[in-house]
């Protein structure tokens, strides 16, 4: 974060970080009106302009929601404001929100891949359980391998078209 020759302060501090971080972030008002509300506020597109614009006040509770749904501290966002689009660090300031939200996405995709690990080692555990038990029985179990069939148009796929030259 960036401090400012002209030092802002109290809501005018709240309104500035809430526009720069909001556009830095490619959110519309519509999107942190949304966040907002999920967050458990009663909130529209206008009182986020309002905000912005200063012609609306914001309480304190506000702050601390608007700094949540824009995943910044909230100490921050009451007390440094951040670089404006007509200085340096605004792009670097950008490039950083693009790099939480493609780690943001990249957890969630992890966090996503050792669920599915976790119900195929559960399934499999389970499957061999109970075939182990009907051989037990003497009961004829066969094991076959479960057909795999590659994604369509993926490297594996067989109906895949090749490249055609004429494109």
Same mark, same amino acid.
């Given at each position: 974060m ?23 972030a ?54 440094e /404001?951040? #670089?404006?689009? $007509? &200085?340096?660090?605004? +792009?670097?300031? =950008?490039?950083?929100? !693009? @790099?939480? %939200? ?7 995709a ?5 669920? /599915?690990? #976790?119900?195929? $080692? &559960?399934?499999?555990? +389970?499957?061999? =359980?109970?075939?182990? !038990? @009907?051989? %037990?029985?003497g ?11 590659p /994604? ?16």
């Amino acid at each position: 974060m960036v401090h400012r020759y002209k030092a802002l302060e109290g809501e005018a501090l709240v309104a500035h970080n809430l526009k720069v971080l909001r556009k830095a972030a490619r959110l519309s008002q519509e999107d942190v009106a949304e966040r907002m509300t999920r967050l458990g506020f009663k909130f529209h597109q206008t009182q986020v302009a309002k905000i912005e614009n200063g012609t609306r006040p914001v309480r304190f509770d506000e702050v601390i929601g608007l700094a949540k749904a824009l995943s910044v501290p909230p100490a921050n966002f009451m007390t440094e /404001a951040v #670089a404006g689009p $007509d &200085e340096p660090d605004y +792009e670097l300031q =950008e490039a950083g929100f !693009r @790099l939480q %939200a493609a780690q943001l996405e990249w957890r969630t995709a992890h966090d996503i891949e050792q669920g /599915a690990k #976790a119900r195929l $080692d &559960e399934a499999e555990r +389970e499957y061999d =359980e109970i075939a182990e !038990r @009907l051989a %037990a029985q003497g009961i004829a179990v066969t094991v076959d391998e479960p057909e795999w069939y590659p /994604a369509p148009n993926s490297k594996w796929d067989p109906l895949r078209k090749a490249p055609s030259a004429d494109r």
